[in-house]
């Protein structure tokens, strides 16, 4: 079965630091790799995605994360961390058999508290 | 371009009661999902939408919940009778197609089960 897991629940930055949020996976065939963002009251806001090629992905506003196969992994990651960078962020995965009905499975999600 | 559009954004009822919540997708999009996420959770699919047809409810509460997208645009998705459970925030995603392609999310319904 597919799955995602999230470690941490919260991860805690100053801003200025570099910053990841840890993400793992579990999931048959190639997987498609996502993450979003999610503000209070607002819905979920993509970032960027892993398909394939190139293991480091960029993303929107600064973030990249890198693909591990062998770990299977996908760490979210950005150099230098912004207060407005704190939100929930949440990694997914679908199975790349590309059919219909593969549906996004989501971790639990990690709160990033960027403070100045 | 404009995003996902949903209403309400917030609904508070009685247990027993029904509830419908509204999206209108991306346009040209033609898949499109309802998610349920429940408070601390990350969201879970509820039922998949190709243009008008069903490709993926085996998540869906089909003795409470029904859900449609009659012309392959806009859908409806419908809790009756409601229960505790129930309340968490529904988002509605689409996506050009299906596959690889990027989901994008709505601000999400926020029900309220009393």
């Known amino acids: 079965a597919q799955s995602v897991a999230q470690p941490e629940d919260q991860v805690k930055v100053a801003e200025g630091n570099p910053l990841t949020v840890k993400c793992t996976y579990s999931v048959s065939g190639n997987p498609y790799l996502f993450w979003y963002v999610q503000y209070p009251n607002r819905g979920l806001q993509f970032l960027l995605k892993?398909?394939?090629?190139?293991?480091l992905v960029k993303g929107s506003y600064g973030f990249e994360a890198e693909f591990n196969k062998s770990q299977t992994s996908f760490h979210l990651k950005k150099p230098s961390a912004l207060v407005s960078d704190s939100a929930l962020y949440f990694c997914?995965?679908?199975?790349?058999?590309?059919?219909?009905?593969?549906?996004?499975?989501f971790g639990k999600g990690t709160t990033l508290s960027v403070s100045s | 371009e404009a995003g996902v559009a949903q209403s309400p954004r917030y609904k508070i009822i009685e247990k027993r009661q029904s509830v419908a919540f509204w999206c209108n997708p991306i346009?040209?999009?033609?898949?499109l999902y309802w998610y349920q996420q429940i408070l601390g959770q990350g969201p879970k699919l509820l039922i998949q939408f190709q243009n008008n047809g069903v490709v993926d409810d085996s998540q869906l509460p089909k003795d409470r919940f029904s859900a449609e997208r009659l012309k392959g645009v806009d859908s409806t998705l419908k809790i009756q009778p409601a229960k505790l459970e129930d309340s968490a925030v529904y988002l509605c995603?689409?996506?050009?197609?299906?596959?690889?392609?990027?989901?994008?999310f709505g601000p999400g319904t926020r029900l309220t089960v009393l």
């Open positions: 995603a689409s996506s050009l197609v299906v596959g690889a392609d990027t989901q994008y």
């Open positions: 346009s040209g999009h033609a898949t």
């Open positions: 997914a995965v679908r199975g790349g058999t590309n059919q219909a009905g593969t549906a996004l499975i």
């Open positions: 892993y398909i394939t090629g190139d293991n």
